[in-house]
Every structure is written in structure tokens, then in C-alpha cells.
């Protein structure tokens, strides 16, 4: 049954152009993964002050600290979570791209970790839901292990060998059945209107975490 993922994961690369896509529980674990496998322990990370509260929370809990800008992001959908420092190769952590779908945007976003929201408000209405789109096998497979329990998707456990202490985040056989469906009927494009989010930086739990 687990095979319709894989399904709708690859009906995800066709459409958007990216190499992978992995399936996640929400854009959140998404974002929070990303920041995880750059390595963003005790790194600054800079990110637009007025979006959902669950992407700066996805930072702190990957043990980074906040920076935040004035950066208006909401009429194109998407922005990116960067590395601060000036001496990083590849500055950008991920693409929180929850308000933004299109067809081919994997040549349109300049970055190689975009996060998706299946949220029931977002563009593949499911209810719950996300994805990562990444450029390589390597990162493809960290993914997997770090969503399934450090664990190979698609083996028995008694026969498995795990791989790394992971997270239970995986994506339901039901909501890929309902995304595929979804996904059929989808324009070529898809910007969800400006949402009124707080000021993030107004609540000293996310900015006090930077001293």
C-alpha cells in the first residue's frame, strides 16, 4: 500500500521539475529536516519576521538562532531560510514554499531544498501533509531515514538495519491517494493570497534565543 507514495512523490518531480521529492507529515517537519541536515547548530539564520510562527520554530529546534529581516515574500508565495554567515558555500538552508506551486519552479527557485504544504488552506488541499524537493540521491535517502525512524522505507524491521536515531514523520498511503487525485485537476501555477501572520519578532522566545 506504501507504494502510492512513491507514486505521488514522482508524479511531484514530474510536475515540478525536481530530481526528488520526499513526503513528509507537514511543511513544518520539512523545514525543521532541512535545518538539520545543513547542520545550522549555533548558526545565525536569517528569515522574514512576518510568516508562520512554525518556520522560525523549526530553526530553534534545530539549534539555530534567529535573524530576522523585513523581507515581503507573500505576493510570490515562497522565501528563503538563509545561513547568516558570510563564509558558507551554500547559504541557503531551504525554501519555505507552502503559498507557492507551480509546474517546472524547480528551475524557477534558486535552491536545492524546497519545502511544499499539503495543508488543507494551500495549493494540494489534503489537510496535512508535506514535502521535500532535493537535488541529490545522497540527500534523497538522509531524508528517508531522518522521516522514517532512522530506518530503509519499504523493508520489514526485524530485517532492517537502522541507519541513525530519526523521527516518525511519514506521509500516509491515504493523503498520497488523495493527492494524486488532487495533483490531476492542478493549474500550472498556484500563489495563495497574502495571509495576515503576526510579527515574529515581536515574542522575546524567538528573539532571546539569539543572546
Given at each position: 500500500?506504501?507504494?502510492?507514495?512513491?507514486?505521488?512523490?514522482?508524479?511531484?518531480?514530474?510536475?515540478?521539475?525536481?530530481?526528488?521529492?520526499?513526503?513528509?507529515?507537514?511543511?513544518?517537519?520539512?523545514?525543521?529536516?532541512?535545518?538539520?541536515?545543513?547542520?545550522?547548530?549555533g548558526?545565525?539564520?536569517?528569515?522574514?519576521?512576518?510568516?508562520?510562527?512554525?518556520?522560525?520554530?523549526?530553526?530553534?529546534?534545530?539549534?539555530?538562532?534567529?535573524?530576522?529581516?523585513?523581507?515581503?515574500?507573500?505576493?510570490?508565495?515562497?522565501?528563503?531560510?538563509?545561513?547568516?554567515?558570510?563564509?558558507?558555500?551554500?547559504?541557503?538552508?531551504a525554501?519555505?514554499?507552502?503559498?507557492?506551486?507551480?509546474?517546472?519552479?524547480?528551475?524557477?527557485?534558486?535552491?536545492?531544498?524546497?519545502?511544499?504544504?499539503?495543508?488543507?488552506?494551500?495549493?494540494?488541499?489534503?489537510?496535512r501533509?508535506?514535502?521535500?524537493?532535493?537535488?541529490?540521491?545522497?540527500?534523497?535517502?538522509?531524508?528517508?531515514?531522518?522521516?522514517?525512524?532512522?530506518?530503509?522505507?519499504?523493508?520489514?524491521?526485524?530485517?532492517?538495519?537502522?541507519?541513525?536515531?530519526?523521527?516518525?514523520?511519514?506521509?500516509?498511503?491515504?493523503?498520497?491517494?488523495?493527492?494524486?487525485?488532487?495533483?490531476?485537476?492542478?493549474?500550472?501555477?498556484?500563489?495563495?493570497?497574502?495571509?495576515?501572520?503576526?510579527?515574529?519578532?515581536?515574542?522575546?522566545?524567538?528573539?532571546?534565543?539569539?543572546?
Open positions: 500500500m506504501w507504494e502510492v507514495v512513491k507514486k505521488f512523490e514522482k508524479a511531484m518531480c514530474e510536475y515540478t521539475g525536481a530530481p526528488y521529492a520526499v513526503a513528509v507529515e507537514s511543511c513544518s517537519a520539512a523545514l525543521f529536516l532541512c535545518c538539520l541536515q545543513q547542520n545550522i547548530r548558526q545565525r539564520v536569517t528569515m522574514p519576521r512576518v510568516t508562520y510562527p512554525s518556520a522560525a520554530a523549526a530553526v530553534i529546534h534545530a539549534g539555530g538562532t534567529l535573524e530576522f529581516n523585513d523581507e515581503r515574500w507573500q505576493d510570490r508565495g515562497w522565501y528563503f531560510l538563509e545561513n547568516a554567515r558570510l563564509d558558507v558555500m551554500d547559504d541557503v538552508i525554501v519555505d514554499s507552502a503559498k507557492f506551486l507551480a509546474r517546472r519552479m524547480w528551475s524557477e527557485i534558486t535552491g536545492d531544498r524546497i519545502c511544499l504544504s499539503f495543508h488543507h488552506k494551500k495549493a494540494i488541499p489534503i489537510g501533509g508535506g514535502m521535500i524537493l532535493c537535488e541529490r540521491k545522497e540527500d534523497d535517502e538522509w531524508f528517508r531515514w531522518m522521516k522514517h525512524d532512522g530506518r530503509t522505507e519499504g523493508t520489514n524491521l526485524t530485517t532492517d538495519t537502522l541507519h541513525c536515531v530519526g523521527w516518525n514523520m511519514s506521509f500516509t498511503p491515504e493523503q498520497a491517494a488523495r493527492g494524486l487525485t488532487l495533483l490531476s485537476n492542478l493549474p500550472d501555477r498556484v500563489v495563495l493570497p497574502p495571509e495576515p501572520y503576526q510579527d515574529l519578532s515581536k515574542y522575546k522566545f524567538f528573539t532571546e534565543a539569539n543572546r
